[in-house]
């Protein structure tokens, strides 16, 4: 077998669902990750690796976008290590038209569509806990459109009026941050999607349209050149303006990337793969943990830590059956419901590592701890306990609530189980079905969908942006009061305790001290459970491809191959 790399073909994907956007403004789901590592480059970013098991190597930014890592010795970094300077390299180009060098007003452009009122990012908590002047700026922003519409011309008149005190570009390739406080994954936090640039040409377009999907401009390997109204078939192109020798982690070894959303069993997708028909798996994570594929170079079956997946989140918003959700004793008789290992044995199917988890912090983040405030009998549910909680919130005569299910297979099977274990203690569910991408991009994440009792309890999964220094990662997009559009805590929590532990957190220089406030949050949560933890599964799971696929390697932070790096042989379909 050869290990030179051969250039050409067109890598096919088949799987169930879709995007929840292509706008890097709002984009926030591994699935979205896939395609925009091959749309789009950050300030930072991970290189793709064969070896996840050290997290400290595995998650170390690398400059991208960026020309050097910033230092305080190459005066990236400021003396106190509040001001960050990043200088920008020189030859990345936009495929526009013509084509032109991506700038720092780029940048600064990219960070500022980021509270938008239409489509805006889960994580926003990153910047505004960070960044001087990022809140003022975000509150300002949702005060201007509060009875205005969000019309293109509006928000881009808002976003190039409007400055962010601690964000400047004083020339076109450099980025000055100034820090509220010390945050030393400031890089981790840069190497997120939400950084990536974001050309003049798109304040023409509302975030995340179909308009805008079909007019995005790349500055990767890859152009987006096709995409169906329904999502259905994504197409990617060799961009011309990439240049390699601008980019440090990414290669274009195909000429075509074709992705075609079909809803079928695991099994009938690893078939093809095994028959040549398709090269990876899309959307979800075909594994094979302990059968490496005969011919194929033996799969890597390492990985730095677990996901909070599934969960089951309750609309704490929700006016339906008096606000149940509202009620602690309702959402105390879920989780003693729920039979964890039966869920876990669902997804052994994927034969990837799970065990049940009894907090929100999974096994390889900050602040876990193996503390469990709702046990039952080998986490196979308490009908008798969970019964008792529900009469104490008098619905002893039953309860009905909105479940929003994504309607896959798996999803399916998990939602059945929960049924199961709730129609036990007289909790029916009402099901509303959603594709993948609509049960992310729009079901889950909108505000007012919860407000109006559009559902009740869901089942979404967390992947951490990244582990090692990472306690910021699971409890600031889930927990922390965030209410605005493309928000990822889906049932509108908010705890003033927490939210002041979050941020005593994050400003706290002691290691020790830092992860027992970080187990502090896990535990104030698990006291209001706006969420019941299902299982820790492991977060980087994609194993399985095609017999023609070469150097399928891992992006850490988006569980799948990194496309920009695979090379066919042979490259003929």
């Known amino acids: 077998m050869s290990s030179t790399p051969r250039y050409g073909g067109t890598l096919r994907l088949v799987g169930p669902g879709g995007v929840d956007h292509i706008d890097t403004a709002s984009a926030y789901y591994a699935t979205s990750a896939q395609i925009l590592r091959a749309l789009s480059r950050q300030l930072f970013a991970y290189p793709a690796s064969a070896d996840l098991s050290d997290p400290a190597a595995a998650f170390t930014p690398v400059p991208d976008l960026a020309a050097e890592l910033p230092t305080e010795e190459?005066?990236?970094?400021?003396?106190?290590?509040?001001?960050?300077?990043?200088?920008?390299?020189?030859?990345?180009?936009?495929?526009?038209?013509?084509?032109?060098?991506?700038t720092s007003h780029d940048v600064v452009r990219g960070l500022k569509r980021l509270p938008n009122p239409v489509a805006g990012a889960g994580a926003l908590h990153y910047f505004t806990s960070?960044?001087?002047g990022f809140r003022e700026y975000c509150d300002a922003y949702r005060a201007a459109f509060a009875d205005r519409e969000p019309t293109p011309a509006a928000m881009a008149e808002f976003q190039n009026t409007h400055d962010i005190e601690g964000l400047s570009a004083p020339d076109d390739k450099t980025v000055v941050f100034r820090l509220n406080e010390l945050a030393n994954d400031f890089l981790n936090i840069l190497a997120t999607g939400f950084t990536t640039p974001a050309p003049a040409e798109y304040d023409a377009h509302v975030p995340d349209s179909v308009?805008?999907?079909?007019?995005?401009?790349?500055?990767?390997?890859?152009?987006?050149?096709?995409?169906?109204?329904?999502?259905?078939?994504?197409?990617?192109?060799?961009?011309?303006?990439?240049?390699k020798d601008t980019d440090p982690i990414r290669n274009q070894y195909v000429d075509r990337i074709d992705i075609t959303v079909g809803n079928e069993p695991v099994a009938v997708t690893q078939q093809?793969?095994?028959?040549?028909?398709?090269?990876?798996?899309w959307s979800y994570t075909a594994v094979s943990w302990a059968r490496p594929k005969a011919g194929q170079d033996a799969a890597p079956r390492s990985y730095p830590g677990f996901a909070l997946n599934p969960y089951l989140v309750f609309n704490l918003r929700s006016p339906n059956q008096n606000s149940a959700t509202s009620n602690p004793d309702v959402r105390k008789a879920i989780a003693y419901a729920i039979d964890k290992v039966a869920i876990g044995e669902l997804l052994d199917v994927l034969d990837a590592p799970n065990t049940p988890l009894h907090s929100v912090i999974p096994v390889g983040s900050i602040g876990h701890r193996d503390f469990n405030p709702y046990p039952t009998p080998g986490d196979r549910g308490d009908?008798?306990?969970?019964?008792?909680?529900?009469?104490?919130?008098?619905?002893?005569?039953?309860?009905?609530?909105?479940?929003?299910?994504?309607d896959i297979g798996i999803h399916r099977k998990v939602m059945e189980s929960v049924a199961s274990d709730l129609a036990k203690i007289g909790i029916?569910?009402?099901?509303?079905?959603?594709?993948?991408?609509?049960?992310?991009?729009?079901a889950l994440s909108d505000a007012e969908a919860g407000?109006?009792?559009?559902?009740?309890?869901?089942?979404?999964?967390?992947t951490p942006d990244w582990f090692g220094n990472n306690g910021r990662v699971i409890v600031q997009p889930l927990f922390q009061t965030n209410d605005a559009p493309g928000t990822t805590n889906y049932g509108g929590y908010s705890s003033p305790v927490v939210d002041a532990l979050i941020e005593q957190a994050l400003q706290e220089a002691d290691p020790v001290k830092v992860e027992e406030l970080w187990h502090q949050v896990d535990v104030e949560v698990m006291k209001d459970l706006p969420i019941v933890p299902i299982l820790n599964f492991a977060a980087m799971t994609s194993r399985y491809h095609g017999k023609r696929v070469r150097n399928a390697v891992h992006v850490p932070q988006i569980e799948f191959f990194d496309m920009t790096n695979i090379w066919l042989d042979p490259p003929e379909d």
């Open 428 to 442: 029916t569910l009402e099901w509303r079905k959603f594709s993948q991408a609509q049960y992310y991009g729009s």
């Open 272 to 281: 093809k793969m095994d028959r040549g028909e398709i090269d990876l798996a």
């Open 383 to 406: 009908s008798a306990k969970a019964r008792e909680h529900l009469l104490a919130a008098g619905y002893g005569d039953g309860l009905t609530l909105v479940a929003a299910v994504r």
């Open 74 to 102: 190459n005066g990236g970094i400021s003396a106190d290590r509040k001001t960050y300077t990043i200088r920008l390299r020189s030859g990345v180009r936009w495929n526009s038209t013509p084509p032109r060098e991506v």
């Open 211 to 243: 308009e805008f999907r079909r007019n995005t401009l790349s500055c990767a390997p890859y152009r987006l050149t096709e995409y169906g109204d329904d999502g259905l078939k994504i197409v990617m192109e060799r961009n011309p303006q990439w240049d």
């Open 451 to 462: 407000r109006r009792g559009d559902w009740d309890i869901a089942e979404p999964g967390f």
């Open 130 to 132: 960070t960044i001087v």
